[in-house]
């Protein structure tokens, strides 16, 4: 791709206050795509796009204040952005929140609100939230403990390749958790998860 003509055309238009183009400049400075790497202009860029509601800005201004990244890191603040991405329908925004209700990062801890997080961006097919969402039925965290609530959670992220929760089915599958115990099945999940080298399923079946 002809990242250096992009840049020149996004600088344009984002000037020009074009809250997409301001996006997708902060990106190229956050990639280094057609310009030097610089953390200070993509949040220059991504914060003026979040200022116009752009929900993929927002996000990204949350992940720069999170990890400190051309600003000092502020989990305060990341929270607002996530929040406000959030709000917009962004499923990462929307599990993000979750993860930060559960460790209490810039809000005080509270599972059920890490819940509700983690249900929105579920329901949006978001594998990472849909297996977050099944590990607080399986401990139950901010709801009813729920083995099989567990399961479906974890059966909506492994198909889509989400290794910790075909890992998760494996175990669940060995010790008849939430569903008929099937060592076929346990081994077959735990192979899904093998299959992308994930650490534990390694471990497991060696």
């Known amino acids: 791709q002809n990242y250096d003509e992009a840049v020149k055309w996004y600088q344009k238009a984002a000037e020009q206050g074009r809250a997409r183009a301001q996006y997708s400049l902060g990106a190229c400075y956050t990639l280094g795509n057609g310009v030097a790497k610089d953390e200070i202009e993509s949040v220059k860029w991504f914060r003026k796009a979040a200022e116009q509601g752009i929900a993929a800005a927002q996000y990204a201004l949350g992940n ?31 599990n993000n929140l979750g993860l930060y209700y559960v460790n209490g990062l810039g809000v005080d801890q509270d599972y059920e609100k890490a819940v509700e997080y983690y249900q ?74 093998v299959e992308q080298d994930y650490p534990p399923a390694i471990f497991v079946l060696g």
């Open 120 to 193: 929105l961006a579920a329901e949006q097919g978001d594998a990472e939230a849909q297996f977050n969402l099944g590990y607080m039925y399986y401990n139950g965290e901010g709801v009813e403990q729920d083995y099989e609530e567990a399961v479906k959670y974890y059966q909506m992220a492994a198909e889509q390749g989400f290794a910790p929760a075909q890992y998760n089915l494996g175990y669940m599958y060995y010790f008849g958790e939430g569903v008929d115990q099937d060592y076929e099945k346990s081994v077959e999940y735990l192979t899904q998860a």
């Open 64 to 94: 720069n204040y999170y990890y400190g990244l051309g600003v000092s890191q502020d989990y305060a603040e990341a929270v607002k952005w996530y929040r406000k991405a959030a709000e917009l329908g962004n499923a990462d925004a929307q």
